[in-house]
């Protein structure tokens, strides 16, 4: 669609524009716009509109475009119409406080995205996770077996999802990405995978999908700070975007179930325990001491670590996530958000970003 074309859809029918709907159109302009094919088969007429929202302005968040007038309109106008507008999508377009440091035009696309599949391949389980724009509105966990059944399911349950990405730090079944090819477009996160954040990793095609996103979602939940995302996983990863938006790197340890193992594996009589929150740093027993040693021991490191990172970094944002995190915040020292579900959220925004 040329741009030409966009402007003469918005021009000629003010109402749509104001939010008023197709069926507050005359006849004419219905008959114009249908021969101009602009409905999309998936969005009913009558949501193609602009709502009004709670504040008096217009929520662009809530409109149904079809994708190629959405990408169309904001390749083209989108700084200029929605700052006239007042529409709430983000303050400061493609700024930070270091001004002009992130470029033009940059705002989440998954304000206005569409129904997306977010598959996230770990090394203990899948995550399986629907959006519907930038909210979650599913996600379960999968053992590795039960994953391509489950996917299927998933596209049952919610028919007019056409996108997915995926992401694969573990062992992938083929069989997962020929269930998902059927029912949707696939995107397979990797090294080529385009990404919104400058990335100023030395071996940038040895970063993992999982770090890839939660720098992604850092980067849209803090574009204008710094942020340190703490990954409490089979590893416990810290990843590091400053205000520039840049990902400078950070550090890789191993988990709390990890050093469990380690501490049974690696010696002859200790035994294999579960993670349990000692009551007391001193242990009085084999047990408590296994769990004093190595609760207090990762809590210690991730309050250290953080120190070190508020010492370089002004006005520094913590983010917790993983499969650990409810356990090891309660324990820690510094003021931490927690969010077990930021890497779906990063995955979410990179599906939106390598669409267009």
């Given at each position: 669609?040329?741009?030409?074309?966009?402007?003469?859809?918005?021009?000629?029918?003010?109402?749509?524009?104001?939010?008023?709907?197709?069926?507050?159109?005359?006849?004419?302009?219905?008959?114009?716009?249908?021969?101009?094919?602009?409905?999309?088969?998936?969005?009913?007429?009558?949501?193609?509109?602009?709502?009004?929202?709670?504040?008096?302005?217009?929520?662009?968040?809530?409109?149904?475009?079809?994708?190629?007038?959405?990408?169309?309109?904001?390749?083209?106008?989108?700084?200029?119409?929605?700052?006239?507008?007042?529409?709430?999508?983000?303050?400061?377009?493609?700024?930070?406080?270091?001004?002009?440091?992130?470029?033009?035009?940059?705002?989440?696309?998954?304000?206005?995205?569409?129904?997306?599949?977010?598959?996230?391949?770990?090394?203990?389980?899948?995550?399986?996770?629907?959006?519907?724009?930038?909210?979650?509105?599913?996600?379960?966990?999968?053992?590795?077996?039960?994953?391509?059944?489950?996917?299927?399911?998933?596209?049952?349950?919610?028919?007019?999802?056409?996108?997915?990405?995926?992401?694969?730090?573990?062992?992938?079944?083929?069989?997962?990405?020929?269930?998902?090819?059927?029912?949707?477009?696939?995107?397979?996160?990797?090294?080529?995978?385009?990404?919104?954040?400058?990335?100023?990793?030395?071996?940038?095609?040895?970063?993992?999908?999982?770090?890839?996103?939660?720098?992604?979602?850092?980067?849209?939940?803090?574009?204008?700070?710094?942020?340190?995302?703490i990954d409490a996983g089979t590893c416990v990863t810290y990843d590091?975007?400053?205000?520039?938006?840049?990902?400078?790197?950070?550090?890789?340890?191993?988990?709390?179930?990890?050093?469990?193992?380690?501490?049974?594996?690696?010696?002859?009589?200790?035994?294999?325990?579960?993670?349990?929150?000692?009551?007391?740093?001193?242990?009085?027993?084999?047990?408590?001491?296994?769990?004093?040693?190595?609760?207090?021991?990762?809590?210690?490191?991730?309050?250290?670590?953080?120190?070190?990172?508020?010492?370089?970094?002004?006005?520094?944002?913590?983010?917790?996530?993983?499969?650990?995190?409810?356990?090891?915040?309660?324990?820690?020292?510094?003021?931490?958000?927690?969010?077990?579900?930021?890497?779906?959220?990063?995955?979410?925004?990179?599906?939106?970003y390598n669409k267009h």
């Open positions: 669609m040329s741009f030409s074309r966009l402007m003469w859809y918005l021009q000629a029918f003010p109402r749509l524009a104001l939010g008023t709907g197709f069926d507050s159109c005359t006849d004419a302009q219905k008959n114009a716009l249908l021969s101009q094919d602009v409905f999309c088969s998936h969005h009913s007429r009558d949501s193609w509109y602009l709502q009004e929202s709670n504040q008096g302005h217009t929520d662009f968040q809530s409109v149904a475009l079809p994708t190629e007038l959405r990408y169309q309109y904001f390749k083209y106008n989108a700084q200029r119409y929605y700052q006239k507008a007042g529409a709430n999508i983000i303050s400061n377009l493609g700024t930070t406080n270091k001004i002009g440091k992130k470029g033009g035009l940059f705002f989440p696309f998954s304000d206005l995205c569409d129904m997306n599949l977010i598959v996230d391949v770990g090394n203990t389980f899948t995550k399986l996770a629907v959006f519907d724009g930038g909210t979650l509105v599913f996600h379960q966990n999968a053992f590795p077996e039960h994953v391509a059944l489950q996917i299927k399911e998933i596209c049952d349950q919610y028919p007019d999802m056409t996108n997915a990405i995926i992401s694969n730090v573990g062992k992938l079944d083929k069989t997962v990405m020929a269930v998902m090819n059927v029912f949707c477009e696939v995107h397979e996160l990797g090294p080529s995978s385009k990404k919104p954040f400058k990335n100023s990793y030395a071996t940038p095609h040895t970063l993992g999908a999982d770090r890839v996103a939660l720098a992604t979602a850092a980067f849209y939940h803090n574009h204008n700070g710094n942020t340190l995302i590091m975007v400053n205000d520039y938006g840049e990902y400078l790197g950070g550090a890789i340890s191993p988990g709390l179930a990890m050093r469990y193992r380690a501490v049974h594996e690696q010696t002859s009589n200790l035994p294999l325990l579960e993670p349990y929150e000692p009551l007391d740093f001193i242990g009085n027993s084999t047990d408590t001491s296994i769990h004093s040693g190595v609760v207090n021991g990762i809590c210690l490191e991730i309050d250290g670590v953080i120190d070190q990172y508020r010492q370089r970094f002004e006005d520094l944002t913590v983010i917790l996530t993983g499969g650990d995190a409810h356990f090891l915040s309660k324990r820690l020292k510094n003021t931490i958000f927690a969010d077990s579900n930021f890497l779906l959220k990063g995955l979410n925004h990179l599906l939106e």
